[in-house]
């Protein structure tokens, strides 16, 4: 038995979300019947992080054991070839038995791309976020640095988060603007020993809270504290949140690839 891993991305437009559900449309689904055609058996895959509904990935890993013999190439461009084009495998590993998609990593990272100007998207809707009055970066940023260390994130857990655990250590908040014909963009990257559910797109909303003035930096800080959901803002929507991938130990040597995507400079001027 083979033990391969994998790294892909995908636009989550098409799927509800990354884990298989009776009749309806997953990742897992997509990439699982694709390999399985390319293995002639029954093959199931484990990831290093699901995604919800609408929610893409630049980097995701997965792993599987097989019994068929077949060329890295084959589990590549062979099952690109019968997988949807929302989705595309961009390479294959062998690696040893003890490698977990999702055990062997120690962070992950995930970026919410919002533009922020008074329409809404029409060439980018579906793929970044959106708000319609101007943020502050300053302030973000400030309230950015409030999340990071160790804490307990229950105010920013989705109500059916089945984590075992809500604390968790933040090691990375960080927000960048940039000025593009599309109006102005802001990257909010974050980076984890692991999220809860919906915990990226809650962060979102409450720092677009403290953008928008509604709220101080300091008060994003009482609300972390508080550990009640209801005092954080709205779940921002899944269109600008991109699965980074994670980070493992370099001896394992997987792949590391941490795409700009959507990278503004390719579009339209």
Partial sequence: MTRIALGLEYDGRAFHGWQRQKDLSSVQAALEDALTQIADHPLGVLCAGRTDTGVHASAQVVHFDT??????????????????????????????????????????????????????????????????APLALDAMRAAAQCLVGEHDFSAFRAAGCQAKSPVKLLTRAEIRQAHHATGVVFAFDFEASAFLHHMVRNLVGSLVYVGKGAWSPEHLREVLASRNRALAAPTFPPDGLYFQGPVYDPALAIPEIVAEIPDFQLFPV
Avoid at 98 to 112: D, E, K, N, T
Avoid at 113 to 129: D, E, F, I, S
């Fill in 67 to 132: 019994s068929a013999s077949r060329p890295l190439t084959a589990w590549v461009r062979g099952v690109n070839a019968l997988l949807p084009p929302s989705v595309a495998v961009l390479w294959a590993k062998e690696v040893n038995a003890q490698f977990h998609a999702r055990y062997s990593a120690y962070r992950r990272r995930y970026r919410y791309w919002l533009v922020n100007r008074p329409q809404r998207p029409g060439l980018l809707a579906g793929r970044v976020g959106w708000f319609h």
